[in-house]
């Protein structure tokens, strides 16, 4: 296997379209956020401003510690909290024609990592998963 | 990269030692459980029965779906519920003198996968991450 056998192209194709990327935004309160997750199934999912740019992520981690400051659960609460209050500004990205090495490098310490355009705009994210299918893949041959 | 190339020494020592790994008991009450989630700061964590074998996997997501069917957080009632309720009985399993090839192929869908001697007591985990970090190290070359 070798870093040239994995083409740019793969990247592309690997990666999930933004259209199919469960996310939020920064200004959404916790409670809508929270059902977002739910819904979704997913741990954390990017956080996006209102020119669809990446800010961040927020997990159910973020959520569930907020939940366990109150002394009940009260939704109501949770829609005065907005994911901005709990998000974590640190999100791996790189851009769409970056090589298939560095969204492997970014993803040792991240479970996903955003892809966007020249401009910042959000294209995507890889996830650990097909780089992990597009690797075994390779080594099958 | 050749299959061959990674060989099972680096499995054990890749592996999270047992003493290292965060988990719980099926028998534990579910505020145990989600203390050990917090202190540990790990979505998802095996599951031991009191023999140390592998029984499944417990995360805050499970966690949090019986404390939101509550209306109220209730660290008592979290005491009334056990690991065993909520806990997802499939996780992936592997013995120790296994190939590389099989922990890249069970981490494609799951983050992590637990290490088992030949009598299946746990070992260890081997993680996405450590997975990423090897692979990485080999195509650096
Ligand atoms: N509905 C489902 N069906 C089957 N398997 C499922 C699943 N939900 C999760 N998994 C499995 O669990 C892994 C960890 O998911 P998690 O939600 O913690 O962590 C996810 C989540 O934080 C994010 N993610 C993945 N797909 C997403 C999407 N469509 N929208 C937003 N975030 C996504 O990327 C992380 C890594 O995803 P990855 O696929 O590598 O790894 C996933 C996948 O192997
Ligand atoms: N304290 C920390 N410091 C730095 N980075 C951290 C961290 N906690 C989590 N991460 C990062 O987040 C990834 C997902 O962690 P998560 O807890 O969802 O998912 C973890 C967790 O469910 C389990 N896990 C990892 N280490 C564990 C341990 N010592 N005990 C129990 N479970 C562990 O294996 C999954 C995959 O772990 P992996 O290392 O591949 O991937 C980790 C790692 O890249």
Redesign the interface.
């Known amino acids: 296997?070798?870093?040239s056998q994995i083409t740019d192209n793969e990247i592309s194709e690997l990666m999930i379209s933004q259209e199919k990327v469960a996310h939020v935004q920064s200004n959404n309160p916790l409670d809508h956020a929270l059902l977002v997750l739910?819904k979704s199934?997913y741990?954390s999912i990017p956080v996006l401003d209102k020119e669809y740019k990446v800010q961040g992520q927020v997990g159910?981690?973020q959520i569930?510690?907020s939940?366990?400051g109150?002394?009940?659960?009260e939704m109501e609460r949770l829609h005065e909290y907005f994911v901005s209050d709990v998000m974590t500004a640190k999100v791996p990205r790189m851009k769409q024609d970056e090589t298939f090495?560095k969204a492997?490098?970014l993803?040792?310490?991240h479970?996903f990592v955003c892809i966007e355009d020249n401009d910042g705009a959000f294209l995507g994210i890889m996830t650990?998963?097909s780089?992990?299918?597009l690797?075994?893949r390779h080594?099958e041959k």
Chains 1, 2 share one sequence.
Do not use: F, Q, V
Request: no cysteine; charged share 25%.
């Open positions: 296997l070798k870093n739910i199934g741990t159910k981690a569930l510690d939940i366990l109150m002394e009940r659960i090495g492997l490098m993803s040792i310490n479970p650990r998963r780089i992990l299918a690797i075994h080594l």
